[in-house]
């Protein structure tokens, strides 16, 4: 689970959306009477998501030089001071004309500071950018002095001054980007040498190996070190966990050698909905383990610190592993061919594992305990897996207090009517779903998708009691009188604390629209598609995931306009013209900073547009790429030298711009030496299509088949071994990508991505190995689960590979079940067919996680057969193979 999704999810039911836009009675969510002041003379102010930033202008309105970076002053605050913080800070700057900016509202400083908001971003409520050191210095005691007093998050990536709520970095004052060791796109500093560095937040203090910290910060510096945990009786040999209110550790009592867990809390920090900090919600759980001490469902306290300012709760360690451990190596249908036996054991282990979970949910009522946050990841399953102890009672309330969820699991979190044990009660009915269909949060989006969900289970696992899933879903769909909120209406505001799911209605009955009904289907997911377009906004066209809120990417192919309306194009749906214009209109000129590559920015974006009849502006977005120091690029197909060749290649075949074909062989060429260095990359190589070397050895083909260079198809058969390499073997003889945890076997970053450009280089030379590979990578595919429904991280994309795939032995049949297990995702919006996007916790309309990106694979599938992804156009089709029929 990937906590960044969270907060995104609160100011909208249906669609990821930046929390900024959180409404109160649609007027906006309050802001700080300080933001509200009228802009001084002599100053510019902006705004800029969370920010509101202001400086000084010279008498021609120009903001003021500054420097590009340096040391900054950041101002840690909590939601009760922050207001006359900032009233203190804006009354110290002006006058001095420091430029200056803070978070604007409280809403927006609460999210900053969640359980789960980013470490590196805690506690920063104000920042400001001296012009020297000798500024530095001044503001720091100056204005040190007049915040004397207030509290603040302590914050992890600076160094505090004095005891007050003043912190400094040394970083950068402007934008600027550079790419880090691993080809991402990141901010940037200028070293001594004048090269473009990484400007690191990790969550420490470090200074750059070429700045000298200032004397004056010398004795701050030491006093940070002086906090050790050498003096304590515990020694740590282990983080579990980081969040933003702390970490939690494994070590050993040195009094007794026993094992322990020790959970910290950071005061100020890893706020829940209520408010409560993380010292708050770590004495809840200290409280809760204490009144249920001896019961045998919950760790026992050994100790309670504090240290450093922050609070430790020591505890028994459990031995055994968390229930949602066990899917990957359990689950009966993580394979392309479930065994009947295996199904059945499973069952019972289901059946079983839930009964334990239910018992200690008694026992712990029993003692006037509320759990308050039950999912799969705070169930420990004993090594014996006859019992079970509940973990992280940070949540837990008293059952007398009938209070609601503060802090929850998407897949797990009660509606607001549930108080009390009915939240218990409500999780225990979505643990009966996710052990069968781990899929939950989808009922983040639609309470209604429970009753289908008990369909799918039922056909799959034909011995869990018809009455078990009964039960789950008439607790789940359970609906309180004067509940009003309806899926698929557009707009519906977030409650403000726990996001919860959309209450069931009628609209949550419209007719079910089966992925397989060609060209109904399409039909569906085109009116839903265009139906959620916003071209009012400026951000974005489409809702789709969460990256799209960065740079380029509401623009962009993977998840901006761009690749919805390729999607469109490929399927043959109608044309979107006034989301061309809007296209259009936001590439004249392309926002600074838009990255360069083909899935994240003006690669793809020059692609679809010569796709749509839109030449000169293809071409004017190329020129601008080429401007820019493009060789630098990492060597992916996402958003390095891999795409923008390829992009560059078919731009010059459709436009006649012969040069344009010369830089694609230059981004080949220097792909080429990359490939073949003596040394090896920098960090832990990345495999697949979208990151791994599989991206540049299709550039590599596409080129081959262009000129005809056997060179480059020797490139591409190396490129490939490569990423070949980092694939292992599952028990079922899948093939997968390994990442150390799991294996990988997605469209993106997995095996079945190798796979498509394996069959394309086996088109063009035999090779053993390659075609050893083919039926591990197939398997994979055709594995019965899978996690999600887009196109580079789930079940789509292996669709896209089935029907696509020249290996022997692919049938109909094959093509039929992944689409009827892409049916298994299928929601409704406005009476629409679509899909939840990553994490399953929104809609989303993108084509790398949503909507456009199953409306392609489907259209590969049952539509005329010319449907793909960009340079991965359709194979000759075996002449054994025959197509399935629209509606088969």
């Known amino acids: 689970m990937d906590k960044r999704y969270e907060v995104y999810c609160l100011a909208d039911r249906l669609f990821y959306e930046t929390p900024d836009r959180l409404s109160a009675g649609g007027t906006g969510a309050p802001e700080f009477g300080t933001a509200g002041r009228a802009v001084p003379e002599g100053w510019r102010s902006a705004r800029t998501g969370d920010w509101l930033t202001l400086g000084p202008v010279d008498e021609d309105g120009h903001s003021r030089p500054a420097p590009a970076q340096g040391w900054k002053i950041h101002v840690s605050a909590t939601l009760d001071n922050a207001d006359r913080m900032a009233a203190v800070v804006w009354d110290y700057c002006v006058p001095r004309a420091v430029p200056f900016k803070f978070i604007a509202g409280r809403h927006l400083l609460h999210l900053r500071n969640s359980k789960y908001a980013g470490r590196d971003g805690s506690g920063k409520f104000a920042t400001i950018y001296p012009a020297d050191e000798d500024q530095l210095h001044t503001v720091l005691r100056e204005l040190g002095k007049a915040l004397e007093g207030c509290e603040g998050p302590y914050i992890l990536t600076d160094l505090r001054w004095q005891e007050g709520p003043l912190y400094v970095r040394y970083g950068a004052f402007t934008r600027r980007m550079c790419v880090d060791g691993r080809g991402a796109l990141v901010p940037a500093i200028e070293d001594d040498r004048g090269r473009l560095v990484p400007d690191s937040r990790d969550p420490a203090f470090r200074v750059p190996e070429w700045v000298t910290l200032p004397p004056f910060l010398e004795p701050q510096l030491a006093e940070r070190n002086r906090t050790t945990v050498t003096d304590l009786p515990y020694r740590m040999e282990k983080a579990l966990h980081f969040s933003n209110g702390g970490g939690v550790y494994v070590g050993t009592d040195t009094r007794d050698g026993r094992k322990v867990v020790l959970k910290e809390a950071r005061p100020h920090a890893g706020l829940a909905s209520d408010g409560a900090d993380a010292v708050a919600r770590l004495e809840r759980e200290r409280d809760a383990l204490g009144k249920l001490a001896g019961l045998g469902v ?33 689950h009966p249908l993580c394979v392309s061919e479930p065994d009947p036996d295996a199904i059945a054991a499973y069952t019972d282990w289901a059946l079983r594992i839930h009964r334990a979970v239910e018992d200690a949910v008694t026992a712990v009522h029993g003692r006037g305990v509320v759990f308050n946050d039950l999912h799969l990841f705070n169930i420990m399953v004993a090594p014996d897996e006859q019992s079970v102890a509940l973990l992280d009672f940070e949540a837990a309330t008293a059952v007398d207090a009938g209070g609601r969820q503060v802090v929850a699991h998407p897949g797990f979190v009660a509606p607001p009517d549930r108080t009390g044990k009915d939240v218990d009660r409500y999780a225990l009915a979505c643990l009966r779903l996710a052990l069968f269909l781990p899929v939950t949060t989808l009922l983040a989006i639609d309470r209604g998708k429970a009753a289908h969900l008990a369909q799918v289970i039922a056909a ?32 519906v505001s977030g409650d403000k604390g726990v996001s919860g799911p959309v209450i069931p209605s009628a609209a949550a009955a419209a007719p079910f629209v089966d992925p397989a009904d060609w060209p109904r289907s399409r039909d569906s997911m085109v009116k839903a598609i265009l139906a959620s377009a916003t071209p009012e906004r400026d951000d974005r066209l489409f809702p789709g995931d969460i990256a799209q809120f ?7 192919l993977a998840h901006g306009a761009a690749g919805v309306l390729l999607a469109l194009a490929e399927s043959g749906g109608e044309r979107y013209e006034e989301g061309e214009r809007w296209l259009l209109e936001h590439t004249e000129p392309a926002p600074p900073g838009t990255p360069l590559g083909l899935d994240d920015g003006l690669a793809g974006i020059a692609h679809v547009l010569d796709r749509l009849g839109h030449r000169n502006r ?26 923008l060749g390829l992009a560059l290649d078919a731009l010059a075949e459709s436009t006649g711009e012969h040069v344009l074909g010369q830089y694609a062989l230059k981004a080949a060429e220097l792909l080429g030496e990359r490939l073949t260095a003596a040394r090896p990359p920098e960090g832990k190589p990345r495999a697949g299509l979208l990151h791994g070397a599989t991206g540049p050895a299709l550039l590599f083909l596409r080129l081959y088949e262009r000129n005809g260079d056997p060179a480059l198809l020797d490139l591409a058969g190396r490129a490939l071994r490569t990423d070949l390499a980092r694939c292992v073997a599952r028990p079922d003889g899948s093939l997968g990508v390994d990442e150390g945890w799991r294996t990988m076997p997605y469209l993106g970053d997995g095996s079945v991505g190798i796979g498509m450009v394996l069959d394309d280089y086996l088109a063009h030379r035999d090779d053993a190995g390659f075609e050893a590979a083919r039926p591990g990578i197939l398997a994979a595919a055709r594995s019965r689960f899978c996690v999600q429904p887009g196109l580079f991280r789930g079940r789509a994309g292996l669709l896209l590979h089935v029907n696509r795939s020249t290996a022997p032995g692919i049938t109909p049949d094959d093509v039929a079940a992944q689409i009827e297990e892409l049916g298994w995702f299928a929601m409704a919006y406005e009476g629409q067919l679509a899909f939840p996007g990553e994490q399953m916790m929104r809609l989303s309309m993108d084509l790398h996680t949503g909507t456009a990106g199953c409306l392609l694979a489907l259209a590969a599938a049952l539509g005329d057969g010319g449907a793909h992804l960009p340079f991965l156009p359709p194979l000759p089709r075996p002449q054994s193979r025959s197509r399935l029929s629209a509606g088969s």
């Open 618 to 643: 293809a071409l004017d977005l190329t020129g601008l790429i080429l401007q820019e120091n493009w060789q630098r690029l990492p060597s992916d197909l996402h958003g390095g030298l891999a795409g």
């Open 550 to 556: 960065a740079e380029g990417g509401g623009l962009g």
């Open 460 to 491: 799959e696992f034909p011995d869990v009691p018809r009455e078990f899933l009964d039960r789950a879903v008439a607790e789940i769909e359970r609906v309180v009188p004067g509940e009003k909120v309806v899926p698929g209406e557009k707009g």
């Open 298 to 330: 919950a760790p026992e306290v050994r100790d309670w610190f504090e240290l450093g300012g922050h609070r430790f709760l020591v505890m028994d360690f459990l031995e055994g592993r968390t229930l949602n451990s066990f899917f990957a190596d359990r």
